[in-house]
């Protein structure tokens, strides 16, 4: 499967006016380079989609790992791009200065491999219990998964508002089942299981053992990493609040609904 013809990246150039609207140096390091990554690789792709998109098939099958690298950084174009990227700015803003760079920095690089390992399982189950080899050949790509997942800790670290999906108020700790509803009855043809993967692992960190587990396996500089950098917002009761959108930046759910249209491809 090849990009279709680009002609003018008019989603890369949003992207680049967004970033420079910001400003580079209001921009954390890692979500700098992560967004930098995500580009370099929309220009200058290791390999074409079809041959880096992940599947049951492709990845566990035919032994092809090196899919699970590739996958979340390569986009079918440049308004999937547009819209993962412009999301990942403001969470990752956001979450590093909380987390701190190095620790923020682990958390992408886990999540990058944990989500695709986790759909991989899903589109695996599905394919066992309905009886249907077609979800072994579904082929997913893009960063999407990884913002789920980023999404959820964003709202477990700042609970209290409601976001606004399809005109509706939603509490914040609801927010992702809701977008991910809503998305996928908006445009059925995207990902479910890869954007429940991204769900999922997200709760496995703020509600499960993966936050133990990372801090175990990053040693002695867990301590470290993990609180470098951190900062709380509070009110005068003591309670946490969540941080308002940096810079003036924000990005509404319905506009991380239309950065799904590209999401996933079907090979037959």
């Known amino acids: 499967m090849q990009r279709r013809s680009r002609g003018i990246n008019t989603g890369l ?47 566990y099958q035919q032994k092809d790992w090196q899919r699970l690298l590739l996958s979340p950084f390569h986009h079918a174009d440049d308004w999937h791009l547009y819209f993962n990227m412009a999301s990942m700015l403001w969470k990752g803003i956001n979450l590093e200065r909380r987390l701190g760079s190095r620790w923020f920095a682990y958390v992408i690089v886990t999540f990058s491999l944990l989500t695709g390992v986790v759909y991989l399982f899903l589109e695996f189950a599905l394919a ?14 893009g960063f999407s998964g990884v913002l789920f997942a980023l999404k959820v800790l964003n709202n477990h670290y700042c609970p209290g508002g409601f976001a606004n999906i399809l005109g509706f108020p939603v509490p914040n700790r609801f927010a992702c089942w809701a977008e991910l509803a809503a998305i996928h009855f908006i445009s059925p043809g995207t990902s479910f299981a890869g954007h429940l993967a991204g769900i999922l692992v997200g709760l496995m ?64």
Request: charged content about 20%; aromatic content about 12%.
């Open 205 to 268: 960190y703020t509600h499960g053992p993966l936050k133990k587990i990372m801090r175990k396996c990053a040693g002695i500089f867990s301590s470290n990493m993990h609180y470098y950098g951190h900062q709380d917002h509070f009110n005068s009761s003591g309670t946490s609040q969540p941080s308002p959108p940096p810079y003036g930046f924000h990005l509404s759910a319905e506009e991380e609904m239309r950065r799904q249209r590209l999401r996933r491809f079907d090979h037959q």
């Open 128 to 141: 066992e219990f309905m009886d249907e080899p077609g979800f072994r050949r579904n082929c997913a790509v």
């Open 13 to 59: 150039i949003l992207l680049l006016s967004q970033i420079f609207h910001v400003g580079i140096s209001n921009i954390p390091p890692v979500t700098l380079a992560t967004l930098v990554l995500n580009i370099w690789f929309f220009l200058n792709p290791l390999k074409p989609l079809f041959e880096s998109c992940l599947s049951v098939e492709k990845c």
